[in-house]
């Protein structure tokens, strides 16, 4: 089984790509999410449930190729019914997730901070979680309820406790609106529970030591490497449009060494070169 549950409290970032999956576990992070809402704005899309289970597993397994960092993957909806949940979590386990996780939305989904979302009936988010539980070998299977903004906070509460007694490990109340909102679910609810600490939602800035205070167990900020490498990436081409030089933003980019280190450039050119001494010898 995943050992992600061993820590008392992990704060995760969100990450689209292996380099910032990288890059977080070369700052001190034990885990990364890898946001849908993160990864479809990288792919220029929307985040309404419109990439194919196949695309997630892919980045699923490209950043488990370069890194050991332990991977929360969001997979929306589970990409279908039962039967597609269940492959889904077939395929990203195999991928290398560590935790998977499936919300309560009806499909096309939206971002959980976002009006006009639907939640699903219990019963068909029971069997999904069923399923779910029943395909997983050793990753941890979180589920989200989104039912906090659509049908209010208690209901939010009642479908946790139900999706734990059918087999989810973590919670992940969506949306919720206030540190009293927070605090609300982990008093009522026994279970692993997940924060989510996106920007520009429903859910006003509250640090990392709150919800540790409050009993979470993790907390993830999804969008925010995105949001800051999108920022940076506009203002880097805004002053190369303007200056025609990047002469005033040096200061702003990774030198071409740190890429060279996050990447282990290092490791690659020693092993091609030892194996081409170690040739040489043989000859
Ligand atoms: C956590 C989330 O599912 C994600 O895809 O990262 C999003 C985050 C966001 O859009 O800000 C969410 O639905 O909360
Ligand atoms: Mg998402």
């Not at 332990?70 to 979590?89: Q, S």
């Amino acid at each position: 089984m995943s050992n992600l549950l061993d820590e008392k409290f992990t704060v995760v970032p969100g990450v689209f790509n292996p380099f910032a999956a990288l890059l977080a576990k070369r700052n001190g992070f034990k885990a990364v999410y890898l946001s849908g809402g993160a990864l479809t704005s990288s792919y220029g899309l929307p985040d309404l449930g419109m990439i194919t289970i196949t695309e997630l597993a892919d980045m699923v397994r490209k950043i488990h190729e370069v890194t050991d960092i332990p991977v929360i993957v969001d997979a929306d909806t589970g990409f279908g019914e039962t039967l597609n949940v269940y492959r889904t979590v077939r395929l990203l386990e195999d991928a290398g997730a560590a935790a998977i996780q499936i919300e309560d939305q009806v499909s096309p989904k939206r971002c959980g901070h976002l009006d006009g979302k639907e939640v699903i009936s219990r019963e068909n988010m029971i069997e999904k979680i069923r399923s779910a539980n029943m395909a997983r070998k050793k990753s941890l299977i979180i589920a989200r309820t989104d039912s906090r903004a659509v049908k209010g906070l208690d209901e939010a509460v009642e479908r946790a406790r139900i999706y734990i007694d059918e087999g989810a490990d973590i919670i992940f109340p969506e949306a919720l609106t206030s540190v009293d909102e927070f605090k609300y679910v982990a008093d009522k609810v026994d279970a692993p529970l997940l924060a989510n600490m996106t920007e520009f939602g429903k859910t006003p800035l509250i640090d990392a030591g709150t919800f540790e205070r409050l009993g979470y167990r993790f907390v993830i900020f999804p969008v925010t490497t995105f949001r800051a490498a999108a920022r940076a990436m506009d203002e880097t081409l805004k002053a190369l449009k303007s200056d025609g030089t990047q002469k005033n933003i040096m200061n702003n980019l990774m030198t071409r060494a740190e890429q060279y280190d996050v990447i282990n450039y290092k490791f690659y050119e020693d092993f091609d070169k030892n194996i081409a001494e170690r040739d040489k010898k043989m000859l």
